[in-house]
């Protein structure tokens, strides 16, 4: 899950990283009435769940409270990335900035620890200080025993050139940005740019958090922080309906149940030429209503030239996923073709019910693949 600016900035202060004063605004009379508040000095910042706001012109310095409302008046509604912006972030403007920093914690899956990325070459994009100037990036791993150390700290400073009274600062910062890296079971905590300011002092002007999912159930208060209006339509029904559903590229929509055989599925289509448009997971003891809304975000995706089913009763029964079939067929007109594979309890009785719908079967799921490809026009 991933946060906006302003909740991820909001965390970080409950962990001691300072962060400027600002409110969201959903409004430009609302950014007016807050950019006032704040002495008329802001920066008006679209959120939106994509980064390179600042190039798409989504953040806009104001010096009145006048001059706010028409930034955001320009940024509410504007198309970043393919996000339209519903909020502006209103924000007391840094007081002069004297350099940009990068740091962010995030998980080295390779060696299996946290690690601290950090550069002096912050503001931009990371990814392409990664590509022309490796060596400006610092990493330091961490061990989740004993947390970040005052030396790894002073190490990352010294290698940044920190001017060495924001050193113990600059250790508060990294500290509390790691604290609420593991506090709220994040994959990443990031500044960009952690600001040095004309008064000499560490401001953290922008913010960036993910959330692991897995472990948004140890954190019921996180789940209100979940934006409905920035995540596809498609993932936000599969959720609803406890489906896990990925859109790919492909063009051959899968239906199956349970998330290892799901990657089996797809990696055979592969093995035969063709190309997944989708992972879907109906999950252990899958009802009919569930299938239908499996099927009916498969066909959703106009790239979809064939659906294969791949289904192994064990608590889903076949007869329940049958029935889920013809239900939804009843409710969807398409003319996509499709190819049931059942095997497993109630294969047999599955197989009854959707003798009458106009499907190919396979008993293999090899067979089932390779009349999935050669329905969606042949290996591409
Ligand atoms: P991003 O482009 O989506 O990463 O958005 P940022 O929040 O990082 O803002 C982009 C750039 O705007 C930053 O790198 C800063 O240079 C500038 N910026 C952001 N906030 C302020 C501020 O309070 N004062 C000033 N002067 N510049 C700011
Ligand atoms: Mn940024």
Known sequence: MNLHEYQAKRLFAEHGVPIPAGKV????????????????????????????????????????????????????????????????????????????????????????????????????DIEQVAEEAPEKIILVHINPALGVRGYQATYIADAMDLPRELWRDFYKVVSGLYACFTAKDASLTEINPLVITSQGKLLAVDGKMTIDDNALSRHPNLTELRDLEEEPQ??????????????????????????????????????????PANFLDIGGGAKASQVATGLRLILSDPNVEAVLFNIFGGITRGDEVARGIIDALRTIDTNVPMVVRLAGTNAEEGRVI????????????????????????GAQ
Do not use: W
């Not at 936000?236 to 998330?259: K, P, S, T, W, Y």
């Open 25 to 124: 605004a959903r409004t430009p009379t609302e950014a007016r009435d807050i950019a006032r508040e704040l002495g008329g000095h802001v920066v008006v910042k679209a959120q939106v769940h994509t980064g390179g706001r600042g190039k798409a012109g989504g953040v806009k310095l104001a010096h009145s409270a006048n001059e706010a409302e028409e930034a955001a008046a320009q940024i509410l509604g504007m198309d970043i990335k393919g996000f339209t912006v519903h909020k502006v972030l209103v924000d007391e403007l840094a007081p002069g900035i004297e350099q940009e920093i990068y740091l962010a914690v995030l998980i080295d899956r390779a060696q299996r620890l946290p690690m601290i990325m950090a550069s002096a070459a912050g503001g931009m």
């Open 234 to 275: 498609s993932e936000r029904e599969a959720r609803g309906a406890g489906i896990n559903f990925i859109q790919l590229d492909g063009n051959i929509g899968c239906m199956v149940n349970g998330a290892g055989l799901a990657m089996a599925s797809m990696d055979i289509i592969k093995l035969f030429g063709g190309e």
């Open 354 to 377: 959707l003798a009458d719908a106009d499907m190919e079967t396979a008993v293999t799921l090899s067979e089932a693949a390779q009349k999935a490809v050669a329905l969606a026009g």
